[in-house]
């Protein structure tokens, strides 16, 4: 009998592949570019939301992502898997001022505190002010704080009050210079505040005052809670 061989060549070798992402999330980058790589051959990602999505893909959340590569010659698969992480983590923030205004403090600082993160104020006549600012009006401003490894933000309130709220005074006096009155006594009227008298011999005197010179002198009560001042006059003769 005759008889021939026959020779059966085996390709069972999978097809290179190599695969790629455009960066993790965070919140100035808010999606990612799944790319594999295997020259000539078909390729599919899985995961998340893909289904046997073409190459390259997209994504916007983190996960786990597999690329399988298809041979154009053997049929053979082979896979590579992509890990993308999410960091949206907003930057912790505080914020407080030096004082409310009134008469005696025109002016607030207010500061912002995150730890290795730029901060702007905005507010009032504040535009993306540096940190700390300065107001000298009352009103609500906002520190926003950016996180220097994710971009994420943070926002922060201060109300700044204003009391600038005038005392009311008033002058009298027990009656005038005399032969046989030699002194008046001087008396401020402002409830719960305090009082000085000036004019003639009397510097910053308290009340109440006497005196013994006819002449003009002046009360001043200042607000206890404002710290503003108003002034009153008694004309002694």
């Known amino acids: 009998k005759d008889s021939a061989t026959v020779t059966v060549l085996s390709s069972i070798s999978p097809p290179p592949l190599t695969a790629s992402s455009g960066g993790n999330l965070n919140c100035l980058k808010l999606s990612s570019t799944l790319t594999g790589a295997s020259a000539g051959n078909a390729m599919v990602w899985n995961g998340g939301s893909l289904t046997n999505a073409s190459n390259p893909a997209i994504v916007n959340t983190a996960g786990s992502y597999t690329v399988t590569a298809t041979d154009a010659g053997n049929g053979c698969t082979v896979t590579a898997v992509v890990v993308v992480t999410s960091n949206t983590a907003p930057p912790a923030l505080t914020a407080g001022s030096s004082n409310n205004l009134n008469c005696l403090k025109l002016s607030s600082t207010l500061t912002g505190v995150s730890a290795g993160n730029t ?67 001087l008396t401020g009227i402002s409830a719960g505040n305090t009082m000085l008298w ?34 009153a006059a008694v004309i002694i003769n």
Do not use: E
Request: charged residues 5%; neutral net charge; glycine residues 10%.
């Open 119 to 185: 901060m702007v104020w905005n507010g009032g006549a504040l535009s993306n002010a540096s940190n700390p600012g300065m107001v000298s009006a009352a009103g609500i401003y906002t520190v926003t704080a950016t996180d220097a490894v994710n971009g994420c933000t943070s926002t922060a309130a201060v109300t700044i009050t204003s009391n600038t709220t005038v005392p009311t005074v008033t002058a009298i006096s027990s009656g005038a210079i005399t032969c046989t009155s030699a002194s008046v006594v």
């Open 198 to 231: 000036n004019g003639g011999s009397l510097v910053n005197a308290a009340n109440p005052a006497t005196v013994t010179a006819a002449g003009t002198y002046t009360v001043t009560a200042t607000d206890l809670a404002s710290g503003c001042t108003k002034t």
